[in-house]
């Protein structure tokens, strides 16, 4: 059966034909627009109200996400004593087995009235009993208390690694930072193939809930779980036909010989429909709130300090130049400016070797300056940002990197004058997978409470138009989906999301506002 998408305010995204009065779609796909004669088909009335092409965030980590959705959520705790009695309530109010672990996820010292970052002694007030452990807010710092320290084999251990806090008495504090956290939540009760299909289909339900269609998802190197387990739950739902909007799979295959055994295994591109594989993601700096990001100069009041590369260039050389052999785009986590550098130095280095045409990525940009950014277009490589990282970090930007350096960083506009394709992601679960929020943050530089009052940084807003083609088709584009999803055209994938308002006729402040109405994936309504 025809189905025809009318009545609605519609924006296609296609810059040669951007606005079309009706869509006609037949087994998934456009096959026409405009069409006249419109008596025959099945009509899917929207009321008046908006439809564009189907969102898309192009990076997030669906497995954490869904995970955490029972998890302890302490985002908004305002000090350490509030963190343990939220603790302590928790475990009280929920029907815990002796042993069971109990995790959280959220914290924020610089929210803390006691200003530090909470020990392993202040989550041994919730318990003595449960191994606890709570991420903060940026993933790349987790607090144990003595009882999951101890399952860890670490409790009172001398050991030689910086990313594992020490106490006075040069005992681990509790306090483990980005690839350490990996020695606590290998001790945790291993996560199995069922769990990590539940958790991608609870993830998908909030993902059509915020208008995705499509996300490009991080999971192969979360905690204890092996890549080759995840795999196989994407794949099994996948099979089943139960993956309820498009996945494409970032792999992040931390070594050598991880990569090699991904391509020994398996294959990128189309897995089906609804599923593709591919970059290549390569992990390489911290976060700027952690002041875990590799800088160039030094953090700001902090001479010594210039935050970590945790991907060496040899490694990185290495990894990108295996990747290359074997045709797969690679997309590197860079936050500072040195390991943005370093990437792109690598990135130009082995293209003068491979004539790849493979449009490499780099996921966040954050503090790439003006020459950075002109040396990424040069070296042809894009970029996925997180819009809603202005509206969180505004305020801490200038204590990190001093002033200077914080009007060259979050330069989203600048990316997309210069024509280096910009597309939008939430890095969810460190920020809610919400693209209305991201074209918010876009075109406002606001944060929730409306701040700054002119927007941080306004040079740097974009126009509606842009921020909606970052979060579709600059999105698909990143994904070699150019030609299938991303926007409104014959031939193209009916995936769409619908609008209660129309985002081009609302005032900046009241974009965030917008509600999506539902979510189509292949000519079918979600609800
Ligand atoms: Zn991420």
């Not at 928790?90 to 672990?101: E, G, H, L, P, S």
């Not at 609870?202 to 490009?216: N, P």
């Not at 970590?308 to 986590?333: D, G, P, R, T, Y």
Request: proline share 3%; charged share 30%.
């Amino acid at each position: 059966m025809l189905k025809l998408f009318c009545n609605a305010d519609i924006y296609t995204m296609d810059r040669s034909n951007p606005i079309v009065e009706n869509v006609l779609v037949e087994n998934g796909k456009i096959v026409d627009l405009n069409v006249n004669n419109t008596a025959q088909y099945q009509k899917i009335d929207l009321k008046g109200k908006t439809l564009i092409p189907g969102f898309c965030d192009s990076h997030l980590h669906t497995v954490m996400y869904g995970s955490e959705l029972d998890k302890i959520d302490l985002s908004a705790v305002k000090s350490i004593k509030e963190l343990i009695e939220i603790g302590k309530k928790y475990i009280k109010n929920k029907d815990f087995k002796a042993r069971d672990w109990i995790f959280g996820w959220g914290w924020n010292q610089e929210n803390f009235t006691e200003d530090r970052l909470p020990t392993a002694k202040d989550l041994d007030k919730i318990s003595t009993d449960h191994p606890i452990v709570f991420k903060r807010e940026c993933r790349h710092v987790l607090t144990a208390n003595t009882v999951a320290l101890k399952e860890a084999g670490l409790y009172k251990k001398t050991i030689n690694n910086k990313r594992i806090y020490k106490d006075q008495k040069g005992h681990p504090s509790g306090i483990l930072c980005e690839d350490a956290q990996k020695l606590i939540l290998d001790a945790a009760p291993q996560t199995t193939v069922k769990d990590i299909k539940n958790y991608i289909l609870e993830a998908s339900k909030k993902y059509l809930e915020y208008g995705l269609t499509f996300v490009q998802s991080d999971d192969l190197a979360d905690s204890s779980i092996s890549f080759h387990k995840t795999l196989k739950a994407y794949f099994e739902l996948a099979d089943s036909g139960k993956l309820p909007l498009r996945y494409n799979l970032q792999l992040r295959l931390t070594n050598e010989k991880d990569l090699r055994a991904f391509i020994a295994n398996y294959n990128t591109g189309k897995y089906n429909d609804y599923l593709t594989l591919g970059p290549l993601k390569i992990w390489a700096d911290g976060s700027l709130g952690a002041r875990t990001a590799a800088l160039r100069e030094s953090y700001n009041n902090r001479d010594s300090d210039y935050g970590e590369l945790l991907c060496s260039k040899e490694k990185m050389e290495n990894l990108v130049q295996i990747a290359c052999k074997n045709k797969m785009q690679v997309a590197c986590h860079a936050i500072g400016d040195r390991t943005i550098e370093q990437f792109v130095e690598v990135v130009e280095a082995v293209q003068e070797k491979y004539d790849d045409n493979l449009q490499h990525r780099i996921i966040h940009s954050q503090l790439a300056d003006y020459q950075l950014l002109k040396r990424m277009k040069a070296a042809e490589i894009n970029t996925d940002i997180q819009p809603a990282f202005t509206a969180s970090d505004w305020e801490i930007v200038e204590n990190r990197i001093g002033k200077d350096r914080a009007q060259q960083s979050y330069l989203w506009k600048d990316m997309i004058d210069l024509g280096i394709n910009t597309a939008g992601s939430s890095d969810s679960p460190i920020e809610k997978p919400d693209p209305i929020w991201g074209i918010s943050c876009l075109v406002s530089r606001k944060d929730e409470f409306l701040k700054p009052e002119f927007g941080w940084l306004p040079n740097q807003k974009v126009t509606v138009q842009d921020a909606l083609e970052i979060y579709t088709k600059n999105g698909a584009y990143n994904a070699f989906e150019e030609e299938t999803l991303g926007q409104i055209k014959p031939g193209y994938k009916a995936d769409f999301s619908i609008l209660s308002h129309d985002p081009f006729y609302v005032k900046e402040d009241k974009l965030r506002d917008i509600e999506v109405c539902n979510t189509v994936i292949g000519g079918k309504l979600s609800k």
